[in-house]
């Protein structure tokens, strides 16, 4: 998506030759009205799909997460990142290995907000490794319900998730793919 | 605020004489339908007011604040909790007491997207406390930005906040306001 790329190449800060910030836009300070437009885009690549619930995982999924849920006209469930050990209630739990902090953390999402009967859009800020949507995609299938597919912002396609997903069958939808990135040459985007 | 008062009484789960659960609707689930009517209450309790910057901590509060920036056309900000002891870079931190998890954690937020120009709104779901309320004041103070105003969806009054946060000369608006609450006789509101 060329509004996203172009914003991405405007204000996105890439160190190394992984790591891209896109705080001032995407998930510190967050530009609503791009983050609409976004929306609007997965609207129009899932406009065939019937969806009852978009979900994504905290925090910054969630803002994301709301425009689409708004333009679907359905709810939004984030999953909670899990602040004791002692996990009570009816939750669906899934680990999910952290790549930036180094650790595995447990998500947890209320089983009254996910049922057999629903059809999941999954929404992330982004897709690198693939251990974050993996843990979603484990609460959907606890869950029995549908996923109807995954809406990325920003995929690194030069990290595994991109291909592990896909070939799950799941239907991915990334907005902008990175092929390769560095200090030096900048971002390079596929297609 | 009506709507938000019925849909507490509604879909609200009340335990004890403290805990409101509203993750149907408010902070897990999250009805965006909803969400938009709170902002655009917000809008007009604070329509006379410049707004540059809408302020929230994750989680729970950047649904809401999504769509409070989208009514006054202005980026959402939201402070972060730490994840390590060690707070590297250029960031305004704040300490927050949570009464819900026991523990105090530090909250921060990038300096560049807070400055002496700004004028902020803060929004969050809940005010009891005041503690998370305290520390974004805080982020706002060591910027030298001004605080316009709060608003907050869902006030216990009953508890010390929303009196200590006001008595600093912050204009609060709380779309509902609880006086009392418990198990046998359910929510009194305010007003």
């Not at 690549?45 to 969630?62: P, Q």
């Not at 693939?130 to 979603?136: E, H, K, Q, R």
Request: glycine share 8%; aromatic share 6%.
């Amino acid at each position: 998506m060329q509004l996203l790329e172009e914003r991405i190449r405007k204000d996105g800060i890439v160190k190394g030759e992984d790591i891209l910030k896109v705080d001032s836009f995407l998930n510190h300070q967050i530009d609503t009205v791009l983050l609409e437009e976004l929306a609007r885009e997965w609207k129009r690549l899932f406009k065939n799909e019937e969806i009852t619930k978009v979900l994504t995982i905290e925090a910054s999924g969630i803002a994301l997460a709301c425009f689409v849920a708004k333009e679907f006209g359905c709810p939004l469930v984030f999953a909670k990142k899990a602040q004791t050990r002692n996990i009570a209630g009816d939750v669906y739990t899934a680990k999910v290995e952290s790549f930036t902090h180094g650790r595995i953390y447990d998500v947890i999402l209320s089983k009254q907000f996910l049922s057999s009967d629903d059809k999941v859009l999954v929404i992330d800020d982004f897709l690198a490794n693939g251990a974050a949507l993996l843990g979603l995609i484990k609460l959907i299938h606890d869950a029995g319900a549908t996923i109807v597919g995954a809406g990325i912002a920003i995929e690194k396609a030069f990290q595994p998730g991109g291909k592990m997903i896909r070939d799950m069958g799941v239907h991915v939808e990334s907005l902008a793919r990175i092929a390769s990135m560095n200090e030096t040459d900048g971002i390079v985007f596929i297609d």
